[in-house]
């Protein structure tokens, strides 16, 4: 099983930016779709985007327009770029196969991003 881990979190302030990476331990070339996730403290785990082999992108309608996800399938590695961060952006960010999220050990440890107001 890939294994993933996810980086790129922090402390910012409200309209700033971050870009996520998570490196998969294996290839993803074979993945269709990857995808981005996201906890927020007290909340269950929710879709923020995705994206599939062929570069078509989903995404949820509280990011559309300030994200963007983007994968290399060379380096195994799938991005996501946040801009005009907002206080509830603050979560723990996580990436995964989408069609692999039913599976407990799938997960990684993910990313801590906090948007200060």
């Known amino acids: 099983q890939v294994q993933l881990k996810e980086s790129g979190g922090g402390l910012v302030q409200a309209g700033g930016s971050l870009r996520l990476s998570c490196a998969a331990s294996g290839s993803i070339f074979s993945v269709d779709r990857m995808g981005w996730y996201r906890q927020a403290p007290g909340k269950q785990r929710e879709f923020v985007a995705s994206?599939?082999?062929?570069?078509?992108?989903l995404y949820d309608y509280s990011v559309k327009g300030r994200f963007t996800i983007s994968r290399d399938n060379a380096k195994n590695t799938v991005y996501l770029q946040m801009n005009s961060l907002k206080p509830e952006d603050t979560a723990v960010y996580y990436c995964n196969d989408v069609a692999a999220t039913w599976k407990p050990g799938s997960w990684g440890q993910g990313t801590q991003v906090t948007v200060s107001s």
């Open positions: 994206v599939t082999r062929g570069g078509a992108t």
